[in-house]
């Protein structure tokens, strides 16, 4: 079964994409942290993530802009000079619309970049195209 990685501190938001998650109805589990931080000791296998069978490596990643401790620049940054983790998927899933926000992600080298949808309808239909191409249709190397 693939994993994602949910990097994101709001809880409401953690909620919402838990749920179009699990609405996808596409097999997968999926695992949160809620800081930068842990997000790159969770890639790192350090500081409570050493088990990979609690916490194996991503399929993809859900990554926020604005987080505690390191920002998803910071994590995207780090994520893309690791050899074995470069070509891993990352989705930037964030409230921010700033054009140098979006700019910076994909200079760093993000997949993907997503406003949120307040619309919770379309948010899932979102959800569920991401997870359908990058969990079923795409092929990793």
């Known amino acids: 079964m693939k994993t994602i990685l949910l990097v994101e501190d709001n ?3 953690v909620f919402f994409t838990t749920r179009a998650c699990e609405g ?25 993530y050493e088990d990979r069978l609690r916490h194996p490596m991503p399929s993809l990643v859900f990554l926020d802009v604005k987080l505690p401790k390191r920002n998803g620049h910071e ?16 989705i930037m899933l964030t409230s921010s619309n700033e054009s140098a926000d979006i700019e910076r992600a994909y200079s760093l080298g993000v997949t993907s970049y997503l406003v949120k949808n307040a619309d919770p309808v379309e948010f899932c239909q979102g959800i569920r195209v991401i997870l359908k191409y990058w969990l079923q249709l795409n092929k990793s190397p």
């Open 11 to 13: 809880i409401d938001d």
């Open 24 to 48: 996808a109805d596409i097999m997968h589990s999926l695992n949160v942290v809620n800081d930068g931080q842990a997000a790159i000791d969770y890639f790192a296998g350090a500081n409570g």
């Open 75 to 90: 994590v995207l940054e780090w994520l893309r000079t690791q050899s074995q983790l470069k070509n891993i998927p990352v």
